[in-house]
């Protein structure tokens, strides 16, 4: 890894992995200056912010979002990367068509993580990967929840903490509990005993229960999964009957055709102060190790929305142009750390949310519509579904 890069010619190919939040700003911002080929294994992105969408059936073409125009010029593939050969700078991919190899002269890995939560659809095989098993997926998350009066929900972070939210407002009749290993909601925010208090205090105020520094004994083929059955785990006394259990206790990072020799000991794509993996090789978002909390505000761009910070894409931007003319490269520096605490924005449904370390409107802000809208804008659609009532 270095800090400077050579001259070279242009125009020059990039290929960026992965659709979702850094992938995204990635690709909008080298759109006009380098022939893009965006691989991603999904036929759009998934807003996976947007809870509400596995909560209402109404919701769920809000949470997705088309990819057809972000590209101008360039190509975007669905696919899955079987392989990166870092020697002859070339990406390996299984498409609907069958195996291809792609070169490129900069690579950008953006495959996220895969998240334990409902939120993010999971596919064996590339070809069950439509817009319609989508949807399905959702609806179907929808429904479990809807037929479920006695449902307890795993992990204290802010998935946890909105998907309880989301549906108690849904089904006030519901009993809602939440259960966290943790003695602090959203502990890795940073949030604190008085930020936990005060999430706490929200949730308990819509009727939801929430059980701190509890641990549920899930076996470890399941720990994984998006609901585990009841039978199957010992839920703490005093929760009854339960019908439905959410796992939102964590994720995974997106990482497994990567050279373990680039990845640290959770399976996180190793990157200098630069975002650089090996030379013309980034990585950004959620599967690198970079020391922050995970969020979409940090790993795309600060053009995505106000008060944004500097992020991950937008550094790899700056940087691929830096290495075409020979200048410096430019360290990415995180926004949000235990001392610079992120801005914490909970929807509890659509009438209610909590702030930690931000003004109040702007969890409400988040909780009218979880920036759908800006999300549908970012990636040039022309037409925004309306807010469902």
Known sequence: ?????????????????????????????????????WVERRPCMVHKMNVRAAVQHEWIDTALVPSDSVLTRGARIQGDVTAIDFGLKSVTLDTLDGSKTIAYDYLIIATGSRSFSPLDPKFDKLSNSTMDSLKHHFDSISKSIAGASNVVVLGGGPVGCEMAGEI?????????????????????????QAGSDKIKA???????????????????????????????????????????IINCTGSEPNTRFIDAKFLNDSKHVKV???????????????????????????????????????????????NIEAMETGKNLVPYKPAFTEKSKPKILLPLGPRASVAVNAPGFFANMKAKDYFYPAQFKFSKNKQVPKLPK
């Open 1 to 37: 890894m270095g800090n400077k890069g050579s001259k070279q010619t242009s125009p020059k190919k990039v290929i960026v992995i992965g659709g979702s939040y850094a992938g995204t700003a990635a690709v909008s911002l080298l759109d006009s200056h380098f022939e893009v080929t």
């Open 168 to 192: 108690k407002a849904k089904y006030p009749d519901h009993k809602v509990t939440l259960i966290t290993r943790s003695k602090f909601l959203c502990d890795q925010m940073h949030a604190g």
């Open 202 to 244: 929200a949730m308990e105020k819509c009727g939801i229960k929430v059980i701190l520094g509890s641990s549920v004994n899930v076996p470890a083929d399941l720990r994984s999964e998006s609901f585990i059955e009841p039978n199957k785990v010992l839920i703490p006394d005093g929760e009854g009957s339960v019908d439905l």
């Open 272 to 318: 200098n102060e630069y975002l650089q993996v090996d030379g013309p090789v980034f990585a950004i978002g959620d599967c690198t190790d970079v020391k922050e909390p995970k969020l979409f505000v940090t790993s795309g761009t600060k053009k995505f929305m106000f008060s944004f910070p500097t992020g991950h894409a937008d550094i790899v931007a700056k």
